[in-house]
């Protein structure tokens, strides 16, 4: 087996396992499950990073990855101080922001979107590209014309792998 053979078979298994994560529906319609990137819409820049799960008809995002600009709290020390309940002063890094959509085809909803920033809880709407690599995420308040909406781009399942190269050394292993 050539190098080159071998290369495009490793691409080809992880463009197919991309694909299958967002087309996996009976319909052959993509889907939202997957891990997504919030981008600031003034300087362009990746603010963080969101998987959304299924689990039992209804999906949920959660925060994974943040990116905080020069000044902010490290992600891992940013807690969400103005959360209620069981979520006040939870860390906002792995916390689950998108609760409890429906979805409908490409469309999501019935659904809630917090922000960590204030701990307001808003309703909120999806609708998946039909190609499966933007989502427009939605919150607003009574009626969805007095919101704000943003488009999050779709990131390969094994962007939050480590480089290859990097992860520690098994334990336990002969040295």
Known sequence: ????????????????????????????????????EQVDEKSGQAESWFRITERNGMYFGQIVKTFPKPGDEPSEKWLCTKCEGAERNAPVLSLQLIKSMQRSGLKYENGTIMDPRDGSVYRALMELSPDGKHLEVRGYLGISLFGRSQIWN??????????????????????
């Open 154 to 175: 779709r990131l390969p399942d094994n962007a939050m792998d480590p480089p290859a190269g990097t992860r520690p050394a098994p334990k336990g292993g002969k040295k």
């Open 1 to 36: 087996m050539t190098l080159s053979f071998l290369r495009l078979m490793i691409l080809g298994a992880a463009v197919a396992g991309s694909a299958a994560a967002w087309a996996a529906t009976a319909g052959g319609e993509p889907s939202a499950v997957g891990l997504w």
